[in-house]
């Protein structure tokens, strides 16, 4: 059965033609046609002893004439025209045998002999009948000729009078030539003999013209099924598919072809219940796809895989179209064609197709019908349900108004599409003036939640249009013509997850961010919330939220990178664009966020209060002796640190380049479960996912970060040099001390007190001190006595807070003052003596000279170093009225955090996020490499220029000395 595409069993007394196995055919000639319209549309009855089967077929008859056939108006007839037998007796009922002997007569006027010399005909070839011959068989009038066959006994099959419409549906609707000569014709021949008992016997003895059904759905097809009056899939729908006085709903429609699906068929392949097609395909598997294909009159011309070569306009062949059907590979394929090649070329013919899966089920395989949904769909209501959208037409088809509805549930699917429709323009003077054509064919594969079971497939098309105007211009199609092949499944529960992992994990962020917010309200020495205090808590809220969405979009690229591609038996497929959304938001909010969370920290790591505290001693009581030179020396090591870092950027970008491109591990990312990383040029190459995209490159990101950092920890600090401890030797060796205070009550202390007294010597005498500081002949460089300890965590008390504070300001209202009045050596002076007062007394604390300021040094407990706080601080005077402040002995380096090395952490984090958020959404490594240098440059220098001007500011050394 071509419409079908399934075995039906032959009725009785028949048998398959061996011919043409879509036929029937009585078992011997000794059986007559009662009814014989074509495929299994046949009753075969015996004929009486002695005589054979007429030559029409249709009645039984004894050979004993001869006729001379050569002459057009002479044949051997069996009976007359007025359906009498030669013998003399006439056929009353239908069911009732012909009998009659050849006899060879003269055609009368308004006949004809037949193509076949058999009998004299009426005008036109066939005159279709549903019942007994009328008395006289008059000849048709031009009128009445559709399709080159009599319709004079038919036009009362319907009960009313039909006027189709022959209107294409172009921009500009015109009369086809095509619709003309066949749709009333095949609307009649597709309905003849249909009735309630001869389509429910079990013999199957439905008696419908298989073409005409099948013409019937090309045109329907042609006109977008349009339900509108009088289009053709309104009188396929009317007067053949809809009929509920004929049709049961327990019968199939044998040899009509099914052109819409319910409406109820999005929420069955939808629902809990769901079990058609189970998933039995692998990652190398091909999904076999079935078109049955028919020509333009119906004919039925075979059932052929739907590799690229039939489902688009490009071409291709079985190794081009292997790829677009190999299972869970999305596939996608764009070529441009000339307008007047589509026009004309002998390429591309106009075939109808309805597509079918192929698949197996309990061991067996089986075929089941797959919907079609046209874009270009118009209800009658003049809505467009397949357009993602609700298109409001007027009565001249002209949008008025467009309602964004991205809901698939209200998509109407249909059964028969065509790739080109160069028919269907033909005017009435014979003149092709437009085709439709698929620009755009979308295989849509969907998996169950379960991943148990995958719905049929779905063939998105829409259709372009080409008029005579585009001839002659040498013009290329506008509309890209695309196919592609995506594979999509429910990913809400995974989507839930992602967002339950967030909110859970900014919720502990947010405590996070509380606690930091205390323990800096404890350094700052606040006593009350104020606008600062809430502004700083918004600032921590930003850096662990900004942490966390980039941790989660980490954990989410990898998960799904790993899990896709190692699967062997489909269960996951890579997020369509609009359930890709939501990792988009972690990609941009991540790189958002930790963007402006290292902004503040250049911000507040150059503002820092610092203070180079200079030990050495004026040569014979003139303090004017004293060198500036090592104090300018050590600002000049502290601004070049400012921005050192354990993990090269460069290095890092140079070396993950080269992983994803020279290596091609790039390559991972294409959006088909299997790796190739060096594919050749006959190998088809899948588009890249951002999601893969971000998971690769933040895997190679991690592995080049985690090697670069271990190199250096393990042999580059060890073995080369450390920039850090380079840094505290040079104080040593200057005999210049590093105060630093972070937040007012908070703050870093480098002790760089030299043990020889003094710094500022000749050569000779600085290697005599160096020597001795080797064998041990002199004191240790700690703050302590006989300690090592150089690098500390302060933590002062309010007292002394007050005391340098007010010593800070008078020094620098003296900067100030000194910028206004340049030229005046007295500001100098002046500026001199505060900047000698602050130093005095700084070293007059750190020596323990103060009582009134003395501090403590210990070691901080190991939940202090956990948790990062301070515990045990006695920051209100005791009985005496004195306070007192704490070293702790920072054996971590968390110094540092002045510098860009102490939050190594966040900067790593934020060039990571800046790389793939700028591949993410330009797919090119190289240019996110070479944002990510740009962006770290201006970091570094934003960082070194507040740095110097904050040195400059704080320490009397000129910006200009600082190189």
Known sequence: DIALLQCSSCPSNATQKSTDRTQCDCISNSYYYVINQGGGSLICSACPTGLVRSTDGFGCTADNSTCDTTLTTRVPTESALDGTANTGSSTSVSSQARLAQETCVTCVAGTWSDPDNQRCTPCAKVTPQTGVPSGTISCCSTSAIQDGMCLTYLSGILGTTISPTYLNTFDSPTLSLFFQQHLS???????????????????????????????????????????????????YQQYIWGLTSIWNASFARPSIPFLQYPSTYYQ?????????IPVTFGQNNILQIKLAKYSPTGQYLGLFDAYDAYLLLCGGSYTDGKPSFTFGTHYKKICTIRADTLWSSTLYDTAFFDPYI??????????????????????????APNMNGILKLNSAKTLINVIVADD???????RRFFLIDRISGITQNKELRNIHYAKSIRLLNTLTSDTNYIQPP????????????????????QARITFETEYRMNLDAHIRSIWIAIGVLCGLSLILAVIETMIWYSRAGKQVIDLGTIGKFFLYVINAVGTIFFIVMAGVSLWWLIFYKRQDALYLVIPTSIQQASFTVLVV???????????????????????????????????????????????????????????NVTLQLIFVLLLLKVINLENVATIQPEVNLFP????????????LRVGIAFSMWLAVALIQYLVYILFYQRRVEDKIINFIDLCSVSNISVFILMDNLYGYYIHGRSPHGLADVNMKDMMLNLNREDNQMIGKRGLQPNSDEQIFIVRVDRAFRLQYETLLQSYQNRILSRLTKKGEEHESEILLASYRNLNEFLCAFMSQSLPIYSYTVRHRYFLEKILNIEFGLRTTPDANGYTESTFFIDVDRNFTKILFCGYENSLFIWNTATFLFIDYFASNYVLAAII????????????????????????????????
Not at 268 to 276: D, I, P, R, T
Request: proline share 3%.
């Open 185 to 235: 014709a095949a609307v009649y021949l597709c309905r003849m003999n249909l009735n309630s008992t001869t389509t429910q016997t079990n013999n199957r003895t439905l008696l419908s013209n298989v073409t005409a059904c099948q013409i019937l759905a090309n045109i329907a097809a042609m006109q977008f099924y349009y339900p509108v009056t009088n289009y053709a899939y309104y009188l």
């Open 268 to 276: 069955e392949v939808n629902s809990a219940s769901y079990n058609w």
């Open 358 to 383: 192929v698949f197996t089920q309990s061991g067996t395989s089986r075929l089941l019908p797959t919907p079609v949904v046209i874009r270009n769909y118009q209800s009658d209501s003049s809505t």
């Open 408 to 414: 698939e549930s209200t998509w109407v699917y249909h």
């Open 458 to 477: 779905v063939i998105v098309v829409e259709y372009g249009e080409l008029s005579i105007s585009d001839l002659g211009k040498n013009a290329v199609v």
């Open 589 to 647: 909010v991540a790189f958002v966020l930790k963007s402006l969370d290292i902004l503040q920290l250049i911000i507040r790591q150059a503002s820092v209060d610092i203070f180079f505290i200079d030990w050495e001693k004026p040569k014979s009581g003139n303090l004017n002796t004293v060198s500036a030179w090592r104090s300018y020396f050590v600002a000049n090591e502290f601004s070049e640190i400012q921005t050192f870092r354990r993990i």
């Open 680 to 691: 050749s040029s006959s190998d088809y190459q899948p588009d890249y996912n951002g999601i």
């Open 932 to 963: 990510t240098y740009l962006l770290n440059l201006i970091a570094e220098k934003l960082r070194v220029s507040l740095g110097q001007r904050n040195l400059s500011k704080k320490t009397l050394i000129p910006k200009n000395f600082l190189i």
